[in-house]
Nanobody
Framework: VQLQASGGGSVQAGQSLRLSCVAS?????MGWYRQAPGEQRELVAI???????DYQSSVKGRFTISRDYAKNMVYLQMNGLKPEDTAVYYC????????????WGKGTLVTVSS
């Protein structure tokens, strides 16, 4: 599975961005992770075809993950951005368990200035 992400950029605090990621084929779970400088990569939001979504607590209420299954796409609408959201955001895809293959796209940089 190949993943192509887009939509990063530089914004000021309080503004919004939408990230998009297209997969080369249908995948059970798609989502977003991020990695800030000097930090470990962390989950931001995921969504699977069973309708289950999960968010990191710090983004709940501000970020929304959605999927377009016909286009094999996943989106991350990010509202109320904060400087601490600054990171490289990575699109992630996983096949259905129990044999869970994991795929990563190239990161897209999100920079939020105060």
């Amino acid at each position: 599975v190949q993943l192509q992400a887009s939509g990063g950029g530089s914004v000021q605090a309080g503004q919004s961005l939408r990230l998009s990621c297209v997969a080369s084929e249908s995948v059970f779970t798609m989502g977003w992770y991020r990695q800030a400088p000097g930090e470990q990569r962390e989950l931001v939001a995921i969504s699977n075809t069973a309708g289950i979504t999960d968010y990191q607590s710090s983004v709940k209420g501000r970020f929304t993950i959605s999927r377009d299954y016909a286009k094999n796409m996943v989106y991350l609408q990010m509202n109320g951005l904060k400087p601490e959201d600054t990171a490289v955001y990575y699109c992630n895809a996983r096949t259905r368990p129990p044999v869970e293959y994991v795929y990563w796209g190239k990161g897209t940089l999100v920079t939020v200035s105060s």
